[in-house]
């Protein structure tokens, strides 16, 4: 384990989120070995990593899509290992998933209403509407348009939108800008960045690693399954093994 891995151990006093020794199969294959992190209240934390080293399986497990092996997930203090997905995010626990997970028949307004189904949306959801209406003006514009018809941008402002409107705590990010075009990926990013100025709590999974480690408090590098480094965003930026294997310098 580096320096820099005990340094962000050390500086995370009782985080939001926490994962231990956390072991993901699917089937004989392992995806995940042994990932132990932190997210502290209002954080970025990025995670990089190559194709295939475990990023998706990492936030799928976190988030009860996919079941642990073995290990432990506390949320606000709760473990949460074992539990449904839909249990997971009604404690707040939100993620953004993978290429736009929108409803494509469905009108923008019903995508919107069905992320505000969990318990705890259900009484603050006319006024999350109005929030994520503001946030994002061309939803509103297009309230009645089949979510199938938006442009890829425009999706995935749908996709963050309906995650906003089930009140989550922390959000899981799984590459949101991944297919779209770069001043649409500029704005993807921003938005996390408005989210992160309100105090939402963010865990980044961004493809885009340079524009990633800018943006996060703090990151750790995710290789074959296992934590092989972390650090502070803008450390890991300046970092030799970083730049030679993510960022191509
Ligand atoms: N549903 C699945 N069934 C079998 N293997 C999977 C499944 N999903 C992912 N994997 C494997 O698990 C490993 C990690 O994949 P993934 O978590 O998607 O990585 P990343 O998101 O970092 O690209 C890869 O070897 C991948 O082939
Ligand atoms: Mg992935």
Do not use: W
Request: aromatic letters at 4%; a neutral charge; one cysteine or more.
């Amino acid at each position: 384990m580096t320096s820099t891995h005990a340094a962000a151990k050390a500086s995370a006093a009782s985080p939001l989120l926490s994962v231990r020794d956390l072991a993901v199969f699917y089937g004989d294959a392992q995806a995940l070995d042994g990932v132990s992190l932190d997210v502290n209240e209002g954080e970025i934390v990025a995670i990089i990593g190559a194709n295939g080293a475990g990023k998706t399986s990492l936030i799928r497990s976190i988030g009860g899509v996919v079941p642990a092996r073995s290990g432990s997930v506390r949320f606000d203090g709760r473990e949460i290992a074992g539990l449904p997905s839909h249990v997971v995010c009604d404690l707040g626990l939100g993620q953004v998933a993978e290429g736009r997970q929108v409803f494509p028949n469905m009108s923008v307004l019903e995508n919107l209403e069905i992320g505000a189904m969990l318990p705890r949306a259900r009484a603050g959801a006319a006024k999350t509407l109005e929030a994520v209406f503001a946030m994002f003006p061309r939803l509103r514009e297009r309230v009645a348009q089949p979510a199938g018809t938006l442009s890829g941008g425009e999706q995935q402002m749908l996709a963050i939108g309906r995650c906003l409107m089930g009140a989550p705590r922390l959000i899981m990010f799984d590459e949101p800008s991944m297919g779209l075009a770069p001043a649409v990926v500029l704005e993807v990013l921003n938005v996390i960045r408005q989210l992160h100025g309100r105090g939402m709590t963010v865990m980044l999974v961004e493809q885009n690693v340079a524009a990633s480690l800018r943006l996060a408090d703090r990151a750790y590098v995710l290789e074959n399954g296992s934590i092989v480094l972390s650090g502070k965003g803008s450390e890991l930026l300046g970092d030799e093994r970083i730049k030679q294997a993510y960022l191509g310098l």
